[in-house]
């Protein structure tokens, strides 16, 4: 397996020529931004390729262990975390008051992606991490922050986000670790599952954000808390007292992700572990949602991230494997398979859609920036609300079309792609993860048309959208073969798109006059997500179109050209089903009573 | 994981009512069919579910092992094999007069699939056993067939196929493998790799139909003759004699079906394997393909099978799984997952798709049972045409489906799937497989756009277009809304289909005369290929309606038409881009150079 080499060059054209870093170096506290951009690329690129991806491979054949409680991570990851750390890597977006470096969400997309792409099972950690501080610094109190916070930036501890339970998976109605007052603190009981790096051997300490519920906590998502819960509870100096009362009683044995230890976490056994309570009782369910907004589209990062790395792989082989003659040769002389057109094709299928997967992440990143930064109210509130709108589809859209594309790179290897000792076969067993874990695409779905289409009253949507129709225009108006030809296609896409929406908000206004049907137009949620996820990142190759027609001479912006033409070519049109589908086709997925699907298996002739 | 339940009922319409049992029943030699259907069915099912079920997880868990050139199966395997063998199974489509069963294609099509979905990586040794069955039928000698033939019915013995060596995988004009003549037999050396059940521990010896080059041999496929090459010599009384030089060096650590040993074979490291040459020399070609199309179609089916072995796992969890509140209650009252309208989505693209997919199986079997034995030259030559047109389709257009069907199922499953315990991600291992082994899906491509269609004038392809048109005639003129409704869907495309083959046969005849561009052409095989079995998918599904509209107070034939509208308003939709991208996109396919594909890995602009 050739060793991970980042798309620097990419990085470097999304971040500076379609995502708008000028402008984010604008905002207050990135002014510095323009100035690392490159050396902090190069350097995240090092690590990613000298330090994590050697260990992916080995990593995912040893796994994590556990034993009696306590995990241990797999050779080398203990080290590599402590390299991590020691470098600077976890507070890169994180505020320079504790310990940060405060570097815009633009540039950290691109170091994310580099992270994930060498070894996801290493990378969860950080991304959950990250999920913890978020929260902390959020909703905690100054004393909370300035207590983890510092500790949790510097890898002296790790973070954790202890959410499901075994009833309660989507669900959060369902959670019912209990948490009991007690002086200055809670007591919780319960059990947690699927918990991410719950426990491991990196540090002595891990502050788990766990959900729970008071005493007196009404029913449902209204009655849920979040409590910060350390493995180690701290002596008024600060400094690691003794064990609280949580433990790790197992972890999974998984599909992918080996070494990424997925933890069951049981609070209270011996009489309640020490929780304090973040924010307020009861508003637990609104700042797991901030956690889980930026683990969502850092999950939708980890996909395509991954597919990069499966296509880089099946580049370097097609490009080595020699098999079979050239289609259009006379002499049976072989070839490397490269050269065979339909290598190319699954080729091209993975670089144009990778490619618009991350342009629409970057774009979404800088969203995350304005979001954030800006200084002026009514910017800040609509880059919000392009983030949200962006962040179910960045998620779920790109880990459905990563999870094709991993098994594209996989398909270019022939017979050896199923070896597990080419490698591949690890990437398409980790990826699987991403279409589920921090909201399945069906959650993400409901999410983009409940929450932020529906709810919204297509506001942000029909904004969108029309930014979507003038890049049609200027690609329409362009003097380029390949530009316009590309804007053509994406005209079908963004007009069904339209007319899809238009549909929806009709029938939504239908469903609230009592008329409509309700699970119908839900049956159509992931086919409208997907549509969304295609049509937006048709609209950024779109958007890089226009930038490289302009400096076609140079290779890079000829090859990005060529790209674009491909995705309108053969991604786009796979779109044109998606409105008789979401718009005609409900009545029919619900038109068999669920104790009908499997009538074939009943001996119903057979006596 | 429930226990497997065969879609007994799905089959027999299949076989009776759309694939046509009365004709089949018809020809020489099938006349018993009709009565031995529903007996062989039930008896097939029980053996699935009850014996070859339960070992499917546990096989998986324990894989093959291998130790100094043996290889053995995981516990039970042994066992069921010959309890498999004692039942006469291994003979059911075989010629009685070799002690097997005489039945037609049509019914094992259906107790194939049953094999499959129950333990795929055990019935990967009966499949490539029949392969080699039929080889030495239809090319050995007499002696050789009373020879070897009885004992691999019986399973006394059993058979493989080595044709892969680690520089010729899909390339069959690179086997290296040497015979040279000695007396009455070749002695040869070489080392095949991929071998299915190229060593195990069920019986005493193993018949490997093995390519190789003898010294006079032309270059390339032309090259290449076939032996047989048993593991154990014969004595002159048929007894079983002293070992040949041949050796098993490892099996391989694969992403899935581990309990399938994969084999590396080495012949002649004591000086030469004793082989017969079966039929004549550099004749291989020819006899591989008869073993290779046979195990086309039956990958095919085996694809499917496991979707639906899938999709049942995935049906009864959904029934069970409790979350989340119904979308249109005003409560928050937990309900089973199959309430979910996005669930029952997943659930319908499942069992639509699996039901298309199994019929076009089916016809086939039915036009190979016409090929086989139809008196009539005429109607025999038309049915193996279209045999020969159906097989790549039914085997990379299934398995294409059928990997993202698992998926589908999977996700089902929520976090639950990625779970190994659960099982459904051994399905997702295993079905991955299929797209690659007996010719990936881009060679089947090559070849129905090849040989299949170009070659053959477009003569077959046209004609199976015409039985779709009127198919698609009959549907519109129904009175019966889902049935014009599913016809108006199914028209377009078939008119794609049509328009697409029309603009491809061009595009020949201009290659033909010097004009046009092969391997752009050629970029388009595989969309070509889907569009194909998406459509003849539905053709099945329409033809399925049909007879279903007329029986609709049946709950049986209720669900099919909804199955099939769904199919209709879902799937064909998906189809509606693969014109473009076939008549139009192969340019943009080829157009990066190679050396070009990933400068955004060069350090261009940051120095």
């Not at 000298?50 to 054949?61: E, F, M, Q, S, Y």
Request: proline share 4%; glycine share 10%.
């Amino acid at each position: 397996m050739s060793v991970y080499q980042a798309p620097l060059r990419d990085f470097l054209f999304n971040i500076t020529e379609l995502a708008g870093l000028d402008d984010v170096a604008k905002l207050p506290g990135y002014e510095e931004a323009t100035d690392v951009v490159e050396p902090v690329l190069e350097e995240a690129a090092n690590f990613a390729s000298n330090v994590l991806d050697p260990l992916n491979a080995t990593g995912d054949r040893e796994g994590a262990h556990f034993d009696n409680g306590n995990v241990t991570t797999p050779k080398g990851f203990k080290a590599a975390f402590k390299q991590f750390a020691d470098a600077g890597w976890i507070g890169l977006p994180m505020p320079p008051e504790y310990g940060g470096q405060g570097l815009p969400q633009l540039l950290s997309t691109a170091v994310l992606e580099m992270w994930q792409a060498s070894n996801m099972a290493f990378s969860n950690g950080p991304l959950l991490n990250q999920g913890a501080i978020e929260a902390i610094l959020l909703c905690g109190t100054e004393e909370q922050k300035q207590r983890y916070i510092p500790k949790l930036i510097s890898g002296e501890w790790t973070g954790t986000m202890d959410l499901t339970e075994p009833q309660a998976g989507s669900d959060l109605a369902q959670v019912r670790t209990k948490a009991v007052p007690s002086g200055d603190h809670y007591l919780l009981t319960g059990q947690k599952i699927f918990i991410t790096y719950g426990d491991h051997d990196y540090t002595d300490n891990i502050v788990h954000l766990v959900l729970a519920r008071t005493p007196t906590a009404p029913e449902g998502v209204k009655g849920i808390s979040l409590f910060i819960v350390p493995k180690r509870l701290l002596n008024a100096d600060g400094s690691l007292g003794e064990h609280n009362d949580v433990k790790c009683a197992g972890i999974e044995h998984k599909l992918g992700i080996h070494a990424s230890p997925t933890c069951t976490m049981n609070y209270g056994e011996k009489g309640g572990a020490v929780g304090y309570l973040v924010g307020k009782e009861n508003e637990g369910l609104k700042y797991m949602f901030i956690m889980m907004n930026a683990a969502r589209f850092s999950v939708g990062v980890q996909g395509y991230s991954i597919a990069d790395r499966a296509f880089q792989a099946a580049l370097s082989y097609a490009r080595e494997r020699v098999q079979s003659k050239d289609i259009a040769a006379k002499e049976w002389t072989p070839v490397r398979i490269i050269e065979h057109p339909d290598v190319r094709r699954m080729l091209m299928d993975c670089k144009a859609q990778i490619e618009a997967m991350r342009s629409l992440a970057f774009y979404t990143a800088a969203q995350l920036d304005h979001a954030h930064a800006n200084p002026d109210e009514k910017a800040k509130a609509e880059a919000l609300a392009l983030v949200e709108l962006f962040t179910p589809i960045v998620k779920a859209w790109s880990t459905e079309v990563s999870t094709q594309i991993v098994s594209e790179a996989l398909q270019c290897f022939g017979g050896m792609g199923f070896i597990e000792e080419t490698g591949v076969a690890q990437y398409y067993r980790d990826v699987r993860i991403a279409q589920i874990y921090e909201g399945t695409t069906g959650i993400q779905s409901n999410d983009l048309l409940g929450r932020k289409f529906l709810k919204d009253n297509g506001k942000t949507a029909m904004k969108a959208i029309g930014l979507m129709q003038a890049t049609v225009k200027e690609l329409a108006a362009s003097s380029n073969e390949d530009v316009s030809a590309f804007g053509a296609q994406l005209g079908k896409a963004v007009q069904a798109l339209a007319e899809t929406s238009h549909w929806l908000g009709a029938q939504g206004l239908q469903i609230l006059s009592g008329k409509g049907d309700l699970r119908a137009m839900f049956a159509g949620a992931v086919p409208y997500l997907m549509l969304w996820g295609y049509t937006a990142g048709g609209w950024m190759m779109g958007r890089a179109a226009l930038v490289a027609e302009k400096k076609a001479d140079d290779a890079f912006y000829k090859a990005k050209l060529a790209t674009a033409r491909y995705y309108g070519d053969h991604v786009l049109p796979k779109t044109s089903g998606y409105k008789h589908e979401i718009t005609v086709g409900g009545a029919s997925t619900l038109a068999i009573q669920e104790d009908e699907l499997d009538l074939d298996r009943r001996r119903l002739a057979l006596v």
